[in-house]
Structure formats: structure tokens, C-alpha cells
T-cell receptor, first 113, second 112 residues
Framework: QQQVKQSPQSLIVQKGGISIINCAYE??????FPWYQQFPGKGPALLIA?????SEKKEGRFTISFNKSAKQFSLHIMDSQPGDSATYFC????????????FGTGTRLAVRP | DADVTQTPRNRITKTGKRIMLECSQT?????MYWYRQDPGLGLRLIYY???????NKGEISDGYSVSRQAQAKFSLSLESAIPNQTALYFC???????????FGSGTQLSVL
């Protein structure tokens, strides 16, 4: 059972454009929603995270939008750059549940020059 | 030097063989995790440990076992490898007061 559904599977964006990756979750007990970025040959690295007490969090060109009622959250990459080309994973967890992150299936982003 | 080190980086083995993947960390974290990554499936949790005496099964523990030899070392074993265990395996750590996971660079395992 996939508790965190991520889309699209792959995404191609022109340099300077906006990249948008969406995730939907089922477990209403989830209270921590991170995004991880993975470059080829490397392990995932935390990019940005949000808790459900806010609807948006911005760090530089990266923004998480969170819609608690719809059980959805998304990653927006503004002014996308070729260096942003990577695989992005959304994830979710319940505090106090053993800190087990449930990951989405990943989105492979390619930013064309 | 990497904070989370996995060995080997690549491994090819045959069906039925026993193999061990090793992970060590210099971050001083109590919590360690083993994840498996498959194309189109994302990362799935195999086992996790909060300290040397605490081992917990994750989402897909069947066919795997782990050992927490010390706070800094967490190894994953496949007692009798099978082809559908071919995957990219990641070790990760985190501290007790921060949710951020730190991943190693992964071990690509191929079971023929």
C-alpha cells in the first residue's frame, strides 16, 4: 500500500522555468513532510521540510506548499537551473512512531539549458 | 571523509549466497536505518535501530537481518540472496532531536 503518492514520475523543464512536483498522502496522522534531493551516485539529502501548522515554507528558490484539507503537498522550484537536475522524493512521518519516513516513488527532474 | 560510509559500493553475488552490507557513521547519531531503493518504488525501510540494544523491523524486513555492533556500526545481511533483492541499498542516520536523515552513498547489489 502506497501511503504517499508522488507525481509526475519524470519532468522536463526549461532553464528559468518553474518545476512543480506533487504528493498526496492518506494517513492523517502524518505531521512531518520533508523533500529529499538525490543526485546520481549519491544518497538522498534533505532539501526542505514542513509541518502541517503552516501552509507554505520557502527556502531560496524552493517552496513547499501544504494543503491539509486535501492531504496534499507540493514542491515548487522557481527559476529552475540545470544543476537542479536530480531525483526528488517527498516523504512523510508521524512523530513518535519510530520516526519512520514513508517515501514517495520519486520524480526525475531534467532542466534543459 | 564521508559522515556515513557504506561498504562495498558495488556487489555482485549469486542466488543462495550470504552477503553482508556494512555501514559506519562518524556523526555520533543514535538512530540508524537501512533503506532499499528500486526504480519506480522509491525508498522502503528494511530495519531501523535506536541504539545497540534496539532493533526494529521496517516495511520490508523479510529475507534480511541486521546487527548493530556498536553505536557507529549497523550491518545488513542477506542470509540467502535471491534475484529480487537486486537493488540499491542505503544506510541512514539521524540524531534524536532532529528529523534530518543523513544518507550514505549507497551499495548497488546485484543477485544473479
Amino acid at each position: 500500500q502506497q501511503q504517499v503518492k508522488q507525481s509526475p514520475q519524470s519532468l522536463i523543464v526549461q532553464k528559468g522555468g518553474i518545476s512543480i512536483i506533487n504528493c498526496a498522502y492518506e494517513n492523517t496522522a502524518f505531521d512531518y513532510f520533508p523533500w529529499y534531493q538525490q543526485f546520481p551516485g549519491k544518497g538522498p539529502a534533505l532539501l526542505i521540510a514542513i509541518r502541517p501548522d503552516v501552509s507554505e515554507k520557502k527556502e531560496g528558490r524552493f517552496t513547499i506548499s501544504f494543503n491539509k484539507s486535501a492531504k496534499q503537498f507540493s514542491l515548487h522550484i522557481m527559476d529552475s537551473q540545470p544543476g537542479d537536475s536530480a531525483t526528488y522524493f517527498c516523504a512523510a512521518s508521524v512523530e513518535g512512531s519510530g520516526d519512520k519516513l514513508t517515501f514517495g516513488t520519486g520524480t526525475r527532474l531534467a532542466v534543459r539549458p | 571523509d564521508a559522515d556515513v560510509t557504506q561498504t562495498p559500493r558495488n556487489r555482485i553475488t549469486k542466488t543462495g549466497k550470504r552477503i553482508m552490507l556494512e555501514c559506519s557513521q562518524t556523526k555520533g547519531h543514535d538512530r540508524m536505518y537501512w533503506y532499499r531503493q528500486d526504480p519506480g518504488l522509491g525508498l522502503r525501510l528494511i530495519y531501523y535501530s535506536f541504539d545497540v540494544k534496539d532493533i526494529n523491523k521496517g516495511e520490508i524486513s523479510d529475507g534480511y537481518s541486521v546487527s548493530r555492533q556498536a553505536q557507529a556500526k549497523f550491518s545488513l545481511s542477506l542470509e540467502s540472496a535471491i534475484p529480487n533483492q537486486t537493488a540499491l541499498y542505503f544506510c541512514a542516520t539521524r540524531g534524536s532531536t532532529n528529523e534530518k536523515l543523513f544518507f550514505g552513498s549507497g551499495t548497488q547489489l546485484s543477485v544473479l
